[in-house]
C-alpha cells in the first residue's frame, strides 16, 4: 500500500491527463493510445508510412508535443513508429542494402527558438535508435518562416511551402548515393512532404517516402508525395 502511494506521488503526472504516468502516460491514456495504431498491414507502394491515425488520444498527444512543451512525446511515438517499421518486412527490406537514411522535416528557426525543439527530429532520432538507420538531423534546413498549414487552403499551403526548404550540411558524397526517408509527426494533405521531397530530388537525391507517428486519410493525399 505504502509503495504504491508512493509510486503515485513520485512519478511525473502523465501529460495528457495528469494522473499518475507509467512511466510517461497513465496505462488508461497508454490504452487509448494503443487503440489509434493502424491494424492494417503498410502497403509497400505507398509513400507514406504511419504508425497511428490521427484521431483520439494520437491527435491530443501530438497537440501536447507540439504546444505544451512535451518532447518526451516525440521520443515516444519515434520508438512506436520505429517498432513499427521492423514489424513490416516489406518496408523493413527498403533498408536492407544500407542505404537508406533517414531525415526529419525541419523548423524554421525562429520557430524552433519558440518551441525548444523540433518534434519530427526527436521523433526520427528515436526511429533511428530503433530501427538502426543512420539519422541526418540537418539533411534539410527550413529557410522561409511559413504560416502554420492547418489554417490555410490546400492552394495557398502549396504556395506557403514554396522555397521554404534547402539541401542541408550533412550530405557527403557518400550519402548523396542513398535514398532518403523523411520523417514527420503528422501526415495530412502531403503539402509539407511533398515540397520537402521536391528539395531532395532536385539536389538528385531518391525519397523512399514519408514515415510519421499519424496520419489522415490517405485517399488523396498519400499520391501528392508520390507524383513529384
Known sequence: MFQSLLKTFLNPPCP???RSAQPLLCLDCERQM????LAAPERSAS???AWGTYAGVLKRAIHV???ENSPDIAQMLGQKLGQRWLAQPTWRAQAANGSLVVVPVPLHRDRL???GYNQAELIASQFSRVTGLP???QGLLRVKATAAQHQLSPKDRQHNLKGAFRLGPDWSIERMQSRVLLIDDIYTTGTTARAAAIELRHAGLRVLG???A?????SRSEAVLAAV
Open 16 to 18: 495528457l491527463c495528469q
Open 34 to 37: 494503443d487503440d489509434c495504431q
Open 47 to 49: 509513400p507514406v508510412f
Open 65 to 67: 508535443m507540439k504546444y
Open 113 to 115: 527558438r519558440q518551441r
Open 135 to 137: 539519422c541526418l538531423p
Open 210 to 212: 514519408v514515415a510519421t
Open 214 to 218: 499519424a496520419r489522415a486519410s490517405l
